[in-house]
């Protein structure tokens, strides 16, 4: 009893932690070369419609999840425009990502779709045999194709960022872009590279929810996730591996709160809903001391003959 | 080694910046081998056409010729390419990478993706070996000092293929013999057939390290030749255009009673390590003493904890016999506490605000200045127009901000409001640092003043020029502990220098 509503647990966080993983890792690095995207969650619900709408008009699920990944990048790049190029406030440019995506995802699903609509999507893949293993098979077997996209991008993300001349950039920049600046990095191409690989990143995570988990497009599907996302690069320290481990934490919560309403166990509803929201704040206070990893220069534009 | 720039050229440079001319037809040639002293005040071009040479700012009108070849530098990569590299006066390195990672990072600026850096460990060692600085390429750069880090910056500038150097204000932190070390340093490099450009406005140094000076005031050349043709003096009256007598403290044999009492002082530092250690010290009304000290040593953490915005952990400090101990700054500076910090348009001033409200900053509860919850206008219209005129504030009217005036100025309204409360102890952390010899010459009249007026003045600096012209006494910081106090009359340079470095058996 006790194990099989553990592996439910597990069975049923996995496909959840996905879109956050995915969001996260490219928020890593928009963050890590030094600006802050509060917009993921635009990106993700805007891209969710995209691929959605691909599929619904095109039927090919492979060409909404690129064409969810070119609206990603295109939004990185307005963001970019916007907050790079004419140095405007980082945060409020968010935001304002944040509302245009969810007003034109919301307005364009109403025009053109109208109710509720399933689509055929991507399902999850059963591997012969040893998906049919006990304990093992269903956690490690039978998932979605990119649930095993965004497990590998884990450790490609962190080859990428310490492994890489492109990464040792992007910590540079992140970090003091003035230093990198004067050794003939050109800091703006670096930042707009972080930030469309975050918004393709993002792209993905949304087109994940609409074509792979929910198989339909709902307005405000991402429900929040791209915020969570957000919140676990600062969770994860910028990296990875504790990215990988905060979006687990969260959606195990969330699986455990579904699971006890599923077994009808006594415990209020009101109360299971909002554990893993209390959980990222609480974990998110206490390993607030340990900041010196951090890029520094988050948040700040850089001005090469700003003379301050 | 790849061949070696033979000549450099700036002729006729210009340079606007919104309502300033900061250089005015400037032109400096600069042989193999040579080490170019660039002097002048602060403000007078000095930085902004070294800049310009490195391509982070373009001159509106001039040409930049390399063995009598037209360059143009658009950015710092270009300047690398070129072979031109440089040294800034606020190092250019990550904190949080290695040594051996900042070096790469400008190593691999057009090459291959995958990150080698076993080559350039290798590249990096070959220079530190010929030029025998040695430098750790596994260190984090936050654990270096400062004079390990400018190692690093030279180092770094050399392995990314450099041979013409520029060095802005290199000694500025350093302590005397860490100075003579790197210019016997520099005048090897310059014998290995590296050229060189010294920015600074110590004379002293720039007589002995170059073989060239040009001198810069207010945007244009007024002067360049060899060496040898200018005394000091001379140099010093080219600089500023004018003839400077920086004041010194007249001799004095009775001071008063004890004003400020540190006794055994322990505090953190940002980093949550210990930055004082049992600090000791004693001010008596009517002295100077100077702090002495290779920054980072303490000086900032023993200005905090005195004035308040800093938890003491152990220890007690008395002012005026009243224990002040973490007590808030408000209380602090009603028992009598003044204070010219060290960041003097953010912590001195509030930036955006006028002078008139900045000069009655720490007085506008009084009930001179408001009633109930109203200020005063009239009372502290006149009480500003006083002040102005009495410290030569240069300012429109008394309703500028503070943001918009001057160092030198800014300095001033700070200088005003504090040495008008008539405080008993008078803390002035690094009080000329930024400012031309002119404003320089002002506050220390003005601190001589204080000291006349029986104030106990704690002077904390980092110019020894400075320490030895003001102070009675002079107590030496090192890894926040006093570790000796002289009078002001057996001091000298070198022993200061010593003392810095955390020398105290000499002899």
Known sequence: MIVQFLVGIIIGGIPLSVSLLLAGLGEMFTQRSGVFNLGVEGIMMLSAFIGFFTVYTIGSPILGIIAAMAVGALMGLLMGLVSITFKAEQGITGIGLFMFGWGLSGTLFRVYVGGVTTIKGIDGIN?????????????????????????????????????????????????????????????VKIRYQSLVIGGIM??????????????????????????????????????????????????????????????????????????????????????WKSQSLGPLALGKPYDREFRG | MAERIQQL?????????????????????????????????????????????????????????????????????????????????????????????????????????????????????????????????????????????QRVELVKTLTLGANLLILDEPTAALTPQQTDELIDLLKEMAKDNNSIIFISHKLNEVKTVSSKIAVLRNGKLVHEGPTGSYSVTELAEQMAGRQINLPKSPEKSKFGDVMLDIKKVWAHNDQGAWGLQGLDLQLKAGEILGIAGVSGNGQKELADVINGVRKVEK??????????????????????????????????????????????????????????????????DSFAEDLIETFNIKCPDMYTSCASLSGGNIQKVILAREITRKPKVLIAAYPIRGLDIGAAEYVHQRLIEARGAGMAVLLISEELEEILDLCDRIAVIYEGKILKVLSGSEADNRKLGLLMAGVTDEE
């Open chain 1, 127 to 187: 591997i012969p045999v040893l998906s049919k293993l006990p304990v093992i098979g269903p956690i490690l077997f039978n998932q979605n194709p990119l649930v095993y996209v965004a497990y590998i991008l884990v450790p490609v993300a962190s080859w990428l960022l310490f492994k890489t001349s492109w990464g040792l950039k992007v910590r540079a920049v992140g970090t003091t872009p003035a230093a990198a600046d004067t050794v003939g990095i050109n800091v």
């Open chain 1, 202 to 287: 993002a792209g993905l995570a949304g087109a994940y929810l609409s074509i792979c988990q929910a198989h339909l497009f709902a307005d405000n599907i991402t429900a929040g996730r791209g915020f969570i996302a957000v919140a676990l690069v600062y969770f994860g320290r910028w990296k990875p591996s504790g990215i990988m481990g905060g979006a687990l934490l969260f959606s195990m919560a969330h699986s455990f709160q579904r699971l006890i309403q599923v077994y009808g166990i006594n415990f209020p509803y009101e109360i299971a809903v909002i554990i893993p929201y209390v959980l990222v704040i609480v974990v998110l206070a206490l390993t």
């Open chain 2, 9 to 149: 050229e700036m002729k006729h440079i210009s340079k606007r910046f919104p309502g300033v001319l900061a250089l005015d037809d400037v032109s400096i040639t600069l042989k193999n081998g040579e080490i170019l002293a660039l002097l002048g005040e602060n403000g007078a071009g000095k930085t902004t056409l070294m800049n310009i040479l490195y391509g982070l700012y373009h001159q509106d009108e001039g040409t930049v010729l390399i063995d009598n070849e037209v360059i143009h530098v658009k950015s710092p990569k270009d300047a690398l390419l070129h072979k031109i590299g440089m040294v800034h006066q606020h190092f250019m390195l990550v904190p949080n990478l290695t040594v051996l990672e900042n070096i790469a990072l400008g190593y691999f600026q057009n090459t291959r993706f995958k990150l080698d850096l076993g080559l350039v460990r290798k590249k990096m060692m070959d220079i530190s070996v010929r030029y025998d600085m040695a430098v750790n390429p596994d260190a984090y750069i936050w654990q270096l000092s400062v004079g390990e880090q």
């Open chain 2, 315 to 380: 220890g007690d400090i008395l002012l005026d016999n009243w224990n002040i101990t973490n007590h808030s700054a408000q209380k602090i500076i009603d028992q009598g506490l003044g204070y010219i910090p060290e960041d003097r348009l953010h912590e001195g001033t509030l930036p955006a605000f006028s002078v008139r409200e900045n000069l009655i900053l720490k007085d506008y509860t009084t009930s001179q200045m408001s009633s109930s919850i109203f200020l005063k206008k009239k009372v502290i």
